[in-house]
């Protein structure tokens, strides 16, 4: 194997790598680093892409090349995807065929800096109170939700600071949210609190997690997508679990029920 056929297939592996950990469909990624290993006529080569490993071979008359990474499973960030799909058509069209400079690409991608975390919390803040009134809330009960996804997200982002596991981060975060909206529920200010509950739950939903979860059975990854499906129905079981533990805590306190 010539150092650039191993330069080609380093370079697809790690394409995959940041289409996988941020959030990829899996067929999505076997395509990209197949399109990319191709286009620099290389054939003799196969791919195996799980939830959270990849695993590339190429095999010549001389030696057999592998390599494998192991990528956890780590929040979504579509702008990454988005990027490296870019870069693959690049590749792919010729017009990008210099290694090193794919690397440096490569590298430009992975460094790309997230949002602030002011800008996250807003969204998910105004995303809850959207969420709440579409969910038959009031105004109050809209306002009630906003600051309750606040304070979710809020604690998300500290949890994680703190390298809580993912199933402890979920339920610390909700059940923080929710009680905050039953007292101030409980107070009197609201009109309807399972709107509410619904609205302030909204930030740790898995959506994107579940549908690819889907998507990825339905193109026939059967236990990949088995295993993003089972983390996001252990979030939405966190999510139960936190709503239910703030429920639970607001009874004990104060004897009495919400409805």
């Given at each position: 194997?010539?150092?650039?056929?191993?330069?080609?297939?380093?370079?697809?592996?790690?394409?995959?790598?940041?289409?996988?950990?941020?959030?990829?469909?899996?067929?999505?990624?076997?395509?990209?680093?197949?399109?990319?290993?191709?286009?620099?006529?290389?054939?003799?080569?196969?791919?195996?892409?799980?939830s959270?490993g990849?695993?590339?071979?190429?095999?010549?008359?001389?030696?057999?090349?592998?390599?494998?990474?192991?990528?956890?499973?780590?929040?979504?960030?579509?702008?990454?995807?988005?990027?490296?799909?870019?870069?693959?058509?690049?590749?792919?069209?010729?017009?990008?065929?210099?290694?090193?400079?794919?690397?440096?690409?490569?590298?430009?991608?992975?460094?790309?800096?997230?949002?602030?975390?002011?800008?996250?919390?807003a969204?998910?803040a105004?995303?809850?109170?959207?969420?709440?009134?579409?969910?038959?809330?009031?105004?109050?009960?809209?306002?009630?939700?906003?600051?309750?996804?606040?304070?979710?997200?809020?604690?998300?982002?500290?949890a994680?600071?703190?390298?809580?596991?993912?199933i402890?981060?979920?339920?610390?975060?909700?059940?923080?949210?929710?009680?905050?909206?039953?007292?101030?529920?409980?107070?009197?200010?609201?009109?309807?609190?399972?709107?509410?509950?619904?609205?302030?739950?909204?930030?740790?939903?898995?959506?994107?997690?579940?549908?690819?979860?889907?998507?990825?059975?339905?193109?026939?990854?059967?236990?990949?997508?088995?295993?993003?499906?089972?983390?996001?129905?252990?979030?939405?079981?966190?999510?139960?679990?936190?709503?239910?533990f703030?429920?639970?805590?607001?009874?004990?306190?104060?004897?009495?029920?919400?409805?």
């Amino acid at each position: 194997m010539t150092g650039t056929e191993k330069d080609v297939l380093d370079i697809a592996a790690r394409a995959g790598k940041i289409l996988l950990e941020n959030g990829a469909e899996i067929s999505r990624i076997e395509e990209t680093m197949d399109r990319i290993i191709r286009s620099f006529d290389i054939v003799s080569h196969d791919y195996y892409v799980l939830s959270n490993g990849i695993f590339l071979t190429e095999n010549t008359k001389d030696k057999t090349y592998a390599k494998v990474g192991h990528i956890p499973i780590g929040a979504t960030r579509l702008d990454k995807v988005i990027e490296v799909n870019s870069l693959s058509r690049r590749i792919v069209s010729g017009e990008l065929r210099d290694t090193d400079r794919i690397r440096e690409e490569l590298d430009r991608i992975e460094n790309i800096k997230a949002y602030p975390d002011a800008l996250m919390i807003a969204a998910a803040a105004i995303g809850s109170a959207g969420f709440a009134y579409v969910m038959g809330g009031s105004i109050k009960d809209s306002i009630i939700a906003l600051f309750g996804g606040f304070i979710v997200y809020v604690c998300t982002l500290l949890a994680a600071r703190m390298k809580l596991s993912k199933i402890t981060l979920n339920i610390f975060s909700v059940m923080a949210g929710c009680l905050f909206s039953i007292v101030i529920y409980h107070m009197g200010f609201g009109d309807n609190i399972n709107a509410i509950i619904a609205g302030t739950v909204v930030p740790q939903i898995p959506g994107i997690a579940f549908i690819n979860a889907i998507r990825d059975m339905g193109n026939g990854d059967y236990l990949s997508g088995s295993i993003r499906m089972l983390d996001a129905l252990l979030t939405f079981l966190c999510i139960a679990v936190g709503a239910g533990f703030s429920l639970a805590i607001y009874t004990l306190i104060t004897g009495g029920t919400l409805l």
